[in-house]
């Protein structure tokens, strides 16, 4: 193979589309091939990689020959384990599937026993792994600079969820629910920051701003917009996430903060710089690690400005390309994967526990090895 790959993409929404914009800065990979039902992503797409050809189904493009090197799954949520499946069957290629890896519980298990047979790396899209503020964040964590981490809190306060094809995005059956849509890369985040395993999940959630007045064939959206979520690790450390979908109005988007012994630190990440009003209040804001000892007492602030040319290329603070970049890495230099199927799964069960803790108004209990909940 080399050093250039052939990809094949499954879905070119917007999420679709940002993958395509960070390829193309990765000298080698190549997309030849789009599955896209939805003629007028065709065409957006088409804008982005003018020589690759365009598929209605998956069966058609796997069976044309096109010598594909590398799959990419970016479909909405509740196909991402059907299509997962059926790769496993008909292909050994390396495969990156978009967040959450399954929508339901029921799919956990036969995920997880079809990708221990998949001869080829298989990397669950977790995009704020990468974003250069967190991983600043986590090597500090690494190096001891609060000393054993204690309390972890992730606060998201952002905008509605956007304007999908055909609006899939808005109910539960679609998507797993906002614990799980939106919030599994939180839960794999606490897993990769603490490094253990949740024992015990609480929900407090809420329906109470946006989408109340759409109707879709009569139904009104059922996905929730605010929540608290606690979560209890086997080693004794807790976390907490604070969500919030109609904040879009604040200075950043996602603040981390861990607190050990000797220090607080804290992780301060913008939103999307298209959404930033920069008519109005200038240069987006630049991502901050503040570190803050309890002696000699004092905060010691650093900004972790990302590549321009990332920032263009999507919404995720230049995450998305460090992400393929180490696909790339798995697939030609058989680099490992960061992120593995266990991981997609373990943070997607965190949140289906979290979305029936919320439900049933009681502490969830993760089982089965972190693969079910009870």
């Known amino acids: 193979m080399g050093n250039s790959v052939r990809y094949g993409i499954l879905g070119c929404g917007m999420m679709g589309q940002e993958h395509l914009r960070n390829l193309a800065l ?47 799954i970016a479909t909405p949520n509740y196909q ?12 050994t290629l390396p495969i990156l599937v978009e967040k959450p890896v399954v929508s339901d519980i029921t799919q956990v298990a036969k995920i997880r026993d079809a990708a221990a047979k ?31 981490l204690t309390m972890l809190n992730i606060r998201e306060h952002r905008f509605p969820f956007l304007e999908k094809v055909n609006d899939w995005n808005r109910f539960n059956r679609q998507t797993g629910g906002t614990l799980v849509e939106k919030c599994c890369h939180f839960f794999d985040l606490m897993r990769l920051l603490i490094q253990g395993e949740v024992k015990r999940v609480y929900a407090s959630t809420g329906q109470d701003c946006n989408h ?35 904040a879009e109005g604040s200075r950043y988007q996602e603040e981390i903060c861990a607190i050990g012994p000797q220090a607080k630190l ?20 630049i ?18 400005p990302v590549d321009p040319a990332l920032l263009d290329a999507g919404d995720h603070n230049g995450s998305t390309f460090y992400q393929h970049l180490g696909f ?43 693969y079910a909940f009870a």
């Open 26 to 72: 990765i000298d080698g990979a190549q997309v030849v091939a789009i599955t896209e039902p939805n003629q007028d992503m065709q065409k957006r797409c088409a804008k982005l990689v003018p020589d690759a050809q365009f598929f209605y189904t998956l069966d058609d493009m796997l069976n044309a020959d096109l010598g594909l090197e590398a799959l990419i």
């Open 287 to 304: 991502p901050k690690v503040v570190l803050s000892p309890r002696d000699p007492k004092g905060p010691i602030e650093s900004d972790i």
């Open 118 to 148: 998949h001869p080829a790396p298989v990397w669950v899209a977790m995009e704020y792994r990468y974003m250069p503020p967190v991983a600043q964040f986590r090597k500090q964590l690494l190096d001891g600079d609060i000393g054993a």
């Open 266 to 285: 804290e992780c301060f990440v913008p939103g999307p710089g298209r959404f930033w009003p920069t008519e109005t209040l200038g240069a987006a804001p």
């Open 80 to 91: 991402h384990a059907n299509q997962l499946l059926a790769l496993f069957e008909r292909t």
């Open 328 to 370: 790339f890495k798995a697939i030609t230099e058989k680099a490992p994967v960061d992120v593995t199927v266990e991981d997609g799964l373990k943070a997607v069960v965190i949140g289906l526990a979290a979305q029936h803790s919320a439900q049933i108004g009681q502490a969830v209990t993760i089982t089965d090895s972190g």
């Open 212 to 246: 109340l007045e759409e109707r879709y064939d009569g139904e009104t959206p059922d996905i929730i917009d605010n929540a608290f979520v606690v979560v209890d690790f086997e080693n004794g450390q807790r976390a907490c996430l604070d969500l919030n979908m109609f």
